[in-house]
């Protein structure tokens, strides 16, 4: 489902359980996008022992994440019932909320985690899509269905151009240049003084391209841009 423009909570749960939210497109809200009751962000609590709705189930703590040219990895923990089976779900969004939580706008993928007797669990989740960001955010549902808010939104890394050879070529374009840097991934877009390079082939660590025809005797900034939309520049390369 599309959940957007609506004028409060994208969903208000308001009392009951076993109202699982699961995979949708959620943005542009003027409240939380899923919204446990009472009004406002719920925080966590040790072992989530909590009546209300949706059992106040704990959302999902993001601690750090990792790119490669394909891959997307979330690194994070969650606290709550004890050896219990918890389904997270990840999203990436173009804009947090002002309350710092969610929304989950882009359905990045799934991972079931389990809880240890403590009630904790510690994973990682690799996908193999970029994160079309520039936030991660995610939420987690319970065997019985009741899904939390979404977790405190964490930025997405931005890629960094370090190099690029040639530095030089023909006005008319047509010089297979390569740029170095880190975080690169696929669908990033290559563009030399503002005109797209052709051909963009990214490796995570390196994107190729064709220059294309510019004036000549002039520098021109390099820019690669992530498909989370976040671009790194190297002035007058």
Known sequence: NVISLNGGPGVAIESGTGNAVLGNTISYNAGLGIDL???GVT???AGDPDPGANLLQNFPV?????????????QGSLNSLSNTNFRLEFFATLSCDVSGYGPGQRFLGAADRATDGGGNVAYVASFSSAATGPWLT???TDPAGNTSEFAACLAIPGPSASSMSPTSGPAGGGTAVVVGGANFQTGATLKIGGAGAGGSVVTGVEIDGVSPSLAPGALYDVVVT???TLSATLAGA
Request: cysteine-free; charged content about 10%; proline content about 12%.
């Open 37 to 39: 009751g009472p009004a």
């Open 43 to 45: 925080p966590n609590d």
């Open 62 to 74: 993001l601690t750090s994440i990792v790119l490669d040219a394909s891959t997307t990895q979330v």
């Open 138 to 140: 995610a939420t987690a």
């Open 226 to 228: 992530n498909p989370s």
